[in-house]
């Protein structure tokens, strides 16, 4: 972790030099986030692309005058020639406020404490790592990422607060593919995670999966369109909970009309008594401050057994809209995001799960979701990998994909019959910019009756 | 990592590569430095100023015949030593375990410059002036107390790469970059709709500050506005199969995912399967397969005036020109450079891209354009006795062979008896990507033509967001599934 640890010098010399340089009357905040990874990309079990990046990004956040003008660029990590940069850029931070109107709902920087959290591990070995994917996956078709080095965010402001995040840690997120009988691609996900890599972990991963391959080379069935029984693995339900960071539980989007469960959050339709939702940063996916360094709480519930107990509220809309911030970041993409989402697990054992399901659907996987109404929190998506028609309690078959488009009053709400006892941890494996950190934890949903429709 | 040494203001390529030679048996550095400025403004106060500079490169090294990458922001003699030794290094990890050998026809020796328009520089604006009239835009968005929330947004890009290698290319190429954003969000007890100008984001253009006209942009807002209060007094789209008019403001989306990710070589190849998923296109369907009806052409069109993804070189060297892809509605061509030509034995395009420095390139579409038709407008319409018009994407899905799709609009008329009658609000469509092109009936002319694009089209991993141009006239398509929203 010599690069965290020479971020982190890096970072404590620019802050001092810059708030140092800082007038009467003007604020600053600094972000630093950065990694130093490999990235191994992999079809047919074969490298197709190895990269390593290493990157540090500073964001200087300037205040003046109930102005607020931000920045943002790569550092060399060269502490005097990123100062120079540094200097210059609160120069031109003081011209481009003075040339901006104020800013009523720019949360003030304030003092949020002070934090360190050091997550050190030795990133594994490269060429070992190849070579224990290409043996253990020998004779499968194997398509994925590998990811593995460390990450850091931090923030530092002019009022004194410093908080600093620094983790090291691995991802394997792949595909096992096969043919089935008829010629047809099949193909199952699995995800590996966490500080340390182990070449056992992979073999147990990669046997559990053959398993499921060999029920996928089974003839597909084609499925006509229509609403059936159906339970979502956790897999399937990972891309719902992300979704939810699309405006659904989020303050600032609910007063500008983006919220899908705006007729939830208005008490007009309710969601489901074994629904319970809640960030939890207990999980220890990433940091629990934010850009501005507030500090959310370790666990905040948003419904719990399908009520309303809090939205997800950053410090912009805390100001404009006169309530508390919950210490929520607001995201590239929407409104204030999840970072750390929990779905609470039900009472359905994952070994009763096929029984209880009796005949319709076992979905792995879902791909590509999107609003098809939001305002009726109507999505639409596709079945992905491992999907079965099932059969009074047994597999009988893979299906062909099917699009689904359904409503979460539904999903969440009339139609949730169960929740698995067992709930499946996801680490984000997005790596738009940089690798990213959170993820959630979500059980599987047996849902009385899902809408299928092409 | 605080040693003294600092890299040259005016960074040179070439100079730097020559000593980084012993590191491998052949190197490249692609260097790029952008400032991207996002000016956004929300019911008339500043909502964000951001400015982000970025500056980096990116090193290729070739070992025993494996290529590999490291990136590094530290454009330092020693940054980039160290870069060198690591993509070296992750080359000989590689070993027997890569997918193809390496050579040098992949990164051809060519020397070249390209520079996209820019009539009137960005700094001829101050940002006093850009804010005072993303101001006044959000007061036109506001047509009446319904619209409850109004929002302008403006990002300014200047881009620039050199690409170096020492088997002697040597290419630089500049552009600067508009997109547009302005929305309005109408209101009526529990009806909220949106409507915003040709879609969020979709308004993205080469050029400079001569690609905003101002006050041609304060009218498409009053209208926008308007058209979001008709939207809340408006029925649900219906449930049934009829015709479908889609604005060029929608092909963009139409083409992007039905047409640009399946002919993608690279996900013919099987390198997407993780991700956003494999192609029902298959190497065989090259030269055979009728992708749609005898009107379609599609080209990849890398030198379209003042599109979004015009350049003249992709990031292995590869000069960019013309190509159909689709002609006649005969799949000829597919979205793949140089390294996946090889791997497939296919011919492809230039478009072998990377997102920023700090990514590896691969197959990515660049300007993907339907050529027009002949029919005017009003006879498309005309010839239509029960049909739907849609306009401005807002929601998207495909499956990940890119079969399967399901896309919403902002906006739809619909076409009654050869008229376009009464605005209906939710609408949504789904398909099958070839059938569906094969019911392409009617194409318009060049009149009917519109240049769109956006900034945000993911793939690939380590994910890469990256930027892409569509242009298309508005098309007539024969019996579709529509749908609106509610339940």
């Known amino acids: 972790m010599s690069f965290a640890r020479d971020a982190h010098r890096l970072l404590e010399r620019l802050s001092e030099a810059s708030f140092a340089a800082l007038c009467s009357g003007e604020a600053a905040s600094l972000s630093l986030s950065g990694e130093d990874q490999t990235y191994l990309r992999f079809n047919t079990g074969k490298v197709r692309q190895a990269t390593g990046v290493r990157q540090l990004r500073l964001e200087l956040d300037f205040r003046a005058q109930d102005r607020q003008a931000k920045f943002t660029t790569d550092l060399s990590g060269r502490a005097d020639q990123d100062l120079c940069k540094l200097h210059a850029l609160l120069a031109r931070a003081r011209t481009e406020a003075a040339a901006l109107p104020p800013d009523p709902f720019a949360a003030p920087l304030e003092n949020h404490g002070q934090s360190e959290e050091w997550r050190e591990a030795e990133p594994p070995d490269t060429a070992a790592v190849i070579e224990q994917i290409a043996a253990t996956t020998a004779g499968i078709d194997f398509a994925g990422l590998f990811a593995a080095g460390p990450q850091l965010r931090a923030v530092r402001n002019s009022m004194g607060q410093s908080h600093w995040f620094a983790a090291s840690g691995f991802f394997l997120d792949y595909s096992l593919f096969t043919v089935n009988s008829a010629g047809e691609d099949k193909a199952v996900k699995g995800l590996l995670s966490g500080a340390g890599w182990s070449e056992a972990g992979l073999s147990a991963a990669i046997e559990a999966d053959r398993q499921w391959l060999d029920r996928l080379r089974f003839p597909s069935r084609t499925l006509p369109p229509g609403e059936y029984r159906a339970y979502l693995a956790p897999a399937a339900v990972a891309p719902i909970v992300d979704l939810l960071s699309w405006g659904a539980v989020s303050y600032g989007a609910w007063k500008k009309g983006g919220s899908a469960l705006r007729r939830w959050i208005e008490g007009e339709a309710p969601l489901s008594d074994k629904f319970s939702l809640r960030e939890n940063f207990a999980l220890g996916l990433g940091p629990r401050f934010n850009g501005l360094g507030e500090v959310a709480p370790l666990q905040l519930p948003i419904a719990e057994r399908g009520r309303l107990q809090n939205l997800l509220v950053g410090a912009r809309s805390a100001r404009e809209y006169g309530v508390a911030s919950n210490g929520t970041e607001s995201g590239l993409w929407s409104e204030e995001q999840l970072r750390s989402p929990e779905i609470l697990p039900g009472d359905l054992p994952e070994r009763d799960v096929l029984k209880r399901l009796d005949s319709g659907l076992y979905i792995g996987n879902l791909h590509y979701l999107n609003w098809s109404d939001q305002q009726s929190a109507r999505l639409t998506g596709m079945t992905r990998y491992a999907c079965f028609l099932v059969e009074q309690g047994e597999i009988v078959a893979p299906i062909r994909d099917l699009r689904f488009d359904d409503s979460l009053y539904r999903i969440l709400g009339t139609e949730l019959e169960a929740l698995s006892e067992e709930a499946r941890l996801f680490r984000a494996t997005d790596t738009y910019e940089q690798r990213a950190l959170g993820g959630s934890r979500v059980p599987g949903i047996l849902l009385s009756r899902f809408r299928l429709t092409l | 990592m605080n040693a003294p040494e600092t890299a040259p203001a005016e960074f040179d390529p070439v100079s730097a590569l020559s000593g980084l030679t012993g590191e491998a048996d052949w190197l490249g550095l692609r260097l790029v430095e952008e400032t991207s400025q996002h000016r956004a403004v929300r019911n008339g106060r500043p909502e964000r100023n951001q400015v982000r500079i970025s500056r980096g490169a990116m090193v290729e090294a070739v070992v025993d015949g494996r290529l590999a990458y490291a990136a590094t922001s530290d454009l330092s003699r020693a940054g980039l030593r160290e870069a060198a030794s690591r993509a070296a290094r992750l080359a000989r990890a590689s070993g027997r375990h890569a997918v193809a050998v390496f050579s040098q026809g992949l990164r051809p020796a060519v020397r070249g410059n390209f520079s996209g328009p820019c009539e009137r520089r960005f700094d001829t604006l101050t940002l006093g002036e850009l804010t005072a009239n993303l101001i006044a835009a959000c007061a036109r968005l506001r047509v009446s107390g319904k619209i409850v929330e109004t929002s302008a947004e403006i990002t300014l890009t200047e881009h620039s790469s050199r690409y170096a290698t020492t088997g002697g290319a040597d290419i630089a190429q500049r552009f600067h970059l508009v997109s547009q954003n302005f ?194 407008l009003d006879e498309m319409i005309a010839s239509v006795e029960r049909g739907i018009y849609m306009s401005a994407n807002r929601s998207w899905s495909i499956d990940d062979y890119r079969r399967k799709f399901q896309f919403g609009c902002e906006y739809a008329r619909l076409i009654e008896d050869g008229r376009l009658t009464r605005v209906v609000r939710n609408p949504n469509y789904r398909g099958v990507s070839v059938p569906f092109w094969h019911s392409l009936k009617r194409v318009g002319n060049r009149d009917t033509f519109g240049i769109f694009g956006t900034p945000f089209c993911g793939k690939g991993e380590p994910n890469q967001m990256i930027r892409v141009g569509h242009a298309s006239p508005h098309c007539l398509f024969f019996g579709v599934a529509v749908f609106g929203g509610g339940r």
């Open chain 2, 183 to 376: 929305m309005a969000t109408a209101q009526d007890g529990p009806e909220i709709q949106r409507r915003s100008l040709n879609g969020p984001v979709a308004r993205c253009l080469q050029g400079g500050l001569e690609t905003l006209d101002f006050d041609r942009i304060y009218g498409e807002c009053e209208r926008a506005g308007r058209e979001a209060l008709e939207l809340l007094a408006a029925e649900d789209c219906p449930n049934d199969t009829r015709d479908l008019l889609l604005a060029p403001d929608q092909m963009l989306l139409q083409i992007h995912e039905s047409v640009g990710h399946p002919l993608e070589l690279d996900r013919i190849l099987g390198d997407e399967r993780n991700y956003a998923g494999w192609s029902f296109v298959r190497p065989e369907d090259f030269g055979r397969l009728r992708y749609g009806s005898p009107l379609m052409n599609i080209r990849f069109d890398p030198a379209v005036p003042g599109e979004f993804a015009c350049y003249g070189f992709d990031d292995c060297g590869n000069r960019a020109d013309r190509q159909y892809l689709i002609q006649g509605g005969l799949l000829l061509r597919g979205l793949g450079g140089l390294e996946s030509q090889a791997r497939l034995g296919l011919p492809g395009v230039a478009n072998f891209r990377a997102a920023g420095w700090n990514r590896a390139p691969i197959d990515r579409m660049a300007n993907l354009n339907l050529e027009p038709g002949d029919s005017t």
